[in-house]
């Protein structure tokens, strides 16, 4: 079920940002017709965050503009799993439309978690007083404001509305044909879930470097193969779904936070290199984080060999 906050009913008097819907998918229904519940489901908590990010201030809209990119990000994803039911020219158009919708908002997410999830964790009073760390906050506070201020701008309700109509347009134009003979949603299902993990699995394979940009083509192959099975999970037995979820979610979760270290370490860099009096706060900030970076980089593979070879709930 779906929390009343979850669908962004008022607490309060304040609109609260419009998290997913549980997957509206049943037995019985076409493969076509199960995608277009997808993404309908994926339309609302879009529009939904659309509408309560520009009724807040720049600074108070981050969460309903990180699920507006969620929501847009599972969009892609539905599109991704449902792509042999789809016409061509559908998946070719709509995913890069959408992902360029989503990247306009990249840049003031990535300094939310910046600021709150890696300069707030090393704050105690007696660093906050040093002009170092004190200016360093304030370089960060600065360009969060800013990239607050440009992902409103770009979240033009009217725009976003334009986008929305014109994909649920096309989407009333998909064919709606019944299911290919021998092939029911629950065989659809199965198959484009063995197809997703050993996608991941291909990318955990290339991830054995340890490099970055590796583990984050893995962190991204396991979000997709997260996606599929919550969209399907109706289909699949609940205890198994949920204990699956859970470590995959684990997963990705350490995934999320090496990539979110390496993208703050490519920001601290460019900082300190403009302005060399922020490179001991940088550094520091850095050393901080470095023993837990490090720690996870060397275990993550190692704890999610088991999503990935296990047993899955299909």
């Not at 008022?10 to 819907?21: I, R, V, Y």
């Not at 997808?38 to 609302?44: D, E, F, G, Q």
């Not at 340890?210 to 609940?238: C, M, N, S, T, W």
């Not at 995959?248 to 270290?261: I, P």
Request: net charge positive; proline share 6%.
């Amino acid at each position: 079920m779906v929390q009343d906050q979850d669908r962004g009913i008022p607490e309060a008097g304040q609109p609260q940002p419009l998290h997913a819907e549980t997957s509206p998918l049943q037995r019985g229904l076409t493969v076509e017709e199960a995608f277009v519940a997808l993404a309908r489901s994926c339309v609302r908590q879009w529009q939904g965050n659309v509408a309560g990010a520009s009724h807040a201030e720049a600074d108070q809209a981050a969460e309903f503009i990180h699920q507006i990119r969620v929501a847009l990000r599972r969009l892609r994803s539905a599109m991704k799993v449902f792509a042999p039911a789809l016409p061509s020219a559908f998946t070719e158009t709509w995913p890069q439309r959408l992902r360029d919708n989503a990247d306009r908002f990249g840049p003031a997410r990535d300094l939310d978690v910046l600021r709150t999830e890696l300069l707030d964790a090393i704050a105690p009073e007696w660093l906050i007083g040093t002009v170092a760390f004190r200016d360093l906050v304030d370089v960060v506070d600065r360009e969060r404001h800013t990239a607050n201020e440009a992902a409103k701008r770009a979240l033009d309700p009217e725009e976003q509305a334009r986008i929305a109509l014109a994909f649920n347009a096309d989407l009333l134009q998909l064919p709606r044909r019944g299911p290919a003979p021998g092939l029911e949603l629950t065989e659809f299902a199965r198959e484009r879930l063995v197809r997703a993990r050993r996608r991941a699995r291909e990318r955990f394979n290339a991830a054995s470097s340890l490099e970055p940009a590796q583990l984050h083509r893995l962190r991204i192959g396991l979000k997709d193969l997260r996606y599929a099975v919550e969209f399907f999970a109706p289909l699949l037995g609940r205890k198994t779904v949920r204990s699956y979820l859970e470590r995959l979610t684990q997963a990705q979760t350490t995934l999320g936070f090496l990539q979110d270290l390496e993208v703050a370490r490519g920001r601290l860099e460019i900082w300190a290199h403009a302005a060399p009096s922020l490179s001991l706060a940088a550094g520091f900030v850095l050393g901080w984080h470095g023993p837990r970076y490090s720690g996870l980089r060397s275990r993550v593979l190692e704890e999610t060999r088991p999503v990935l070879w296990g047993r899955t709930p299909w």
